[in-house]
């Protein structure tokens, strides 16, 4: 096959479990001609700075712990939208609709009854205390310090704290307990800042306490998510920029930061849920937008990388071939990291580049065009190849 004379220099050793060792020793012996006619190139193992450029798919979407599910604190009917439907940004405080309620309309109700039958009770208990110790006004003092009067108190200040949260003012209460006066529609404003998502309720429309009136969500800030493959989940760290490019705007990339790794993986996918903080002072992102995020990890120190190519992965170990002498080679195998990128300085050369963790020494010369052949061969003859490991798929 392809005119190679191979030569078998040693015997293949085997493990205490009868497996077979990776060889550390010179494999095949090819000469000038079978070396370029099979286009046979090696690479000198060296120091790189390597970059990973993770590429991740996702979307925006609202910082859901900034989101408003606005309730009101009773039930009632819509009377009037105080704003156009087609509004979308709404400032703190500005009205938004007028609501009737029923159940607010009782409650000042029932405030009314309690203010007069305390005014009753109080009256009660100044007689018994002025019939018992006279008008001395140290004991008199203690008119209205009953279980009964504190209980009614209290009562009475609870449904006051929830007439005030609805808008009723200090000149609504004195109204009410001088003249008796009502107050039966109410005014809900925004609480906050923040873009509107969703319908308000139309006109007539009836509402519970339980029923969400409104949704607000400030959008000066907004999330991308995106899914990473358990490969590069070493490769993250908190805190780790990304930039980010969107089909609605194809002319313009964003920044965001990484702010949370996920901690479950997709069974079906094998990845992890992740998430970036982007800035959105200009309200351009809305949820929902797919885009695409670029995560450019630089690595803070050199390490001995060979090219990618050089690799032979058999899906438990990976190996390389060695050129230890010109036109003679050896099967080694070795410990990678990730793929990356390397920065040649303008100069042409492989831009793949996996860092070696464990297997070679810098200034070795690995094979990086002709390897498999190299391989197949090996194999035919019978010598030490990627065959001997276990982890190795034949076609």
């Known amino acids: 096959m392809c005119g190679m004379n191979l030569v078998p220099l040693r015997t293949l050793p085997s493990g205490p479990t009868g497996e077979v060792e990776p060889l550390q020793g010179p ?21 790189k700075m ?11 979407s609202y910082v859901t712990d900034k989101q408003v599910d606005f309730t009101w604190y009773y039930g009632g009917r819509i009377q009037k939208t105080l704003v156009d439907y087609n509004t979308t940004e709404i400032k703190a405080g500005a009205p938004l609709m007028e609501v009737y309620s029923e159940e607010a309309v009782e409650d000042q109700r029932d405030c ?31 008119t209205g310090m009953s ?9 009475l200040n609870a449904m006051k704290d929830r007439l005030s949260r ?21 005014t809900i404003a925004a609480p906050e800042k923040g873009t509107l998502l969703g319908a308000l309720p139309h006109v007539g429309e009836r509402f519970t306490m339980d029923t969400v009136l409104f949704r607000l969500v400030p959008l000066s ?25 969107c089909r609605a705007y194809p002319d313009q990339l964003f920044k965001g930061k990484l702010v949370f790794i996920g901690k479950e993986v997709d069974l079906q996918k094998r990845t992890l849920k992740v998430r970036f903080l982007v800035p959105n002072p200009d309200g351009t992102l809305v949820p929902q937008l797919s885009a695409t995020g670029i995560l450019d990890v630089g690595d803070q120190k050199p390490h001995l990388a060979v090219p990618a ?46 860092p070696v963790l464990e297997g070679l020494a810098a200034g070795e010369k690995v094979v990086t065009s002709g390897a498999f052949l190299i391989d197949a ?8 190849a990627s065959e001997a490991d276990p982890g190795l798929k034949q076609p």
């Open 112 to 142: 009314l009854k309690m203010l007069m039958e305390l005014r009753w009770h109080t009256k009660d208990e100044q007689k018994v205390f002025e019939s018992q110790y006279g008008t001395n006004a140290d004991r008199v003092s203690l």
């Open 221 to 245: 800030e907004i999330w991308f998510e995106a899914e990473v493959h358990e490969q590069d989940l070493s490769l993250l760290k908190l805190g780790q920029e990304i930039t980010i490019g």
């Open 147 to 155: 279980y009964e009067h504190r209980n009614m108190n209290a009562r």
């Open 377 to 384: 061969e090996a194999q035919l003859q019978g010598l030490p």
């Open 309 to 354: 190519s050089a690799v032979i992965d058999t899906g438990r170990r990976q190996l390389v071939y060695v050129e230890t002498s010109p036109g003679t080679f050896a099967l080694r195998t070795v410990k990678i990291g990730a793929e990356a990128e390397a920065d040649e300085g303008g100069k042409e050369g492989p831009s793949r580049w996996v």
């Open 27 to 47: 494999v095949i012996h090819l000469a000038a001609a079978q070396s370029e006619s099979g286009n046979v190139r090696t690479s000198p193992v060296e120091e």
């Open 166 to 186: 609805i808008g009723m003012t200090a000149e609504d209460f004195q109204a009410l307990e001088l003249r008796g006066k009502i107050r039966d529609t109410f």
């Open 50 to 60: 390597l970059r990973h450029k993770v590429e991740l798919f996702g979307a925006f």
